[in-house]
């Protein structure tokens, strides 16, 4: 992999990009101090890198019964699962973050039952872990699990769609080898 590229594959940025990619890729530049690695793998489509942005736009920012930093750790468990360096090294450290504890963010990445977590995130996780391991045995009993804790059926639809979202994610960054950028590493440390 040539080192300025987001994947292994060979598929350059859209260029010029379109005004509003670029006003997009800008914005991130000034919150963020970079582009995510996994927007510029996007940009060779410009289609789907929007396709991509709104859903996890919507899905990781948009209005719900989680906060933000619960949708990271439904992001982080789901990733450690999967083994996704890209997404463990990026949303790892933006548990590190939101939550002001360097330590949540490490103890998200390796194990996340050896944090210490509310009942709450325990059965979120719970959830989302048994989502991304063995879908296909999913029960009212785990919905039940979720509703006990104060979850709401919206909250419930939220989880399984920042769950299911990242196993997709997962799917392709490891496919295609994405790089996460190196910024990541020192973040909220």
């Not at 260029?15 to 670029?22: C, F, R, V, W, Y």
């Not at 906060?67 to 990733?79: D, F, G, Q, Y």
């Not at 083994?83 to 390796?110: D, F, I, T, W």
């Not at 977590?117 to 009993?141: G, I, N």
Request: glycine share 4%; aromatic share 8%.
């Amino acid at each position: 992999m040539i080192d300025d590229q987001p994947t292994a594959l060979d598929l350059p940025m859209v260029d010029p990009l379109p005004p509003e990619t670029q006003k997009y890729f800008d914005i991130c530049r000034e919150k963020l101090g970079m582009v995510p690695n996994v927007l510029r793998a996007y940009a060779f489509d410009i289609d789907k890198l929007n396709a991509f942005t709104g859903l996890y736009n919507d899905l990781m920012l948009g209005a719900s019964g989680l906060t933000k930093l619960e949708r990271e750790m439904i992001a982080v468990a789901v990733s450690s699962v999967n083994k996704c360096y890209y997404c463990l090294v990026a949303h790892g450290a933006a548990v590190r973050q939101l939550s002001g504890k360097p330590e949540l963010g490490e103890q998200m990445v390796m194990n996340w039952r050896v944090a210490d977590l509310d009942a709450r995130q325990t059965a979120m996780l719970e959830f989302a872990t048994k989502l991304t391991e063995s879908c296909h045995t999913m029960s009212e009993a785990d919905r039940k699990a979720l509703r006990d804790v104060g979850f709401s059926d919206r909250d419930i639809w939220d989880i399984a769609s920042v769950a299911a979202f990242f196993n997709m994610t997962n799917r392709v960054a490891s496919a295609t080898e994405m790089k996460p950028n190196d910024d990541y590493h020192a973040q909220a440390r």
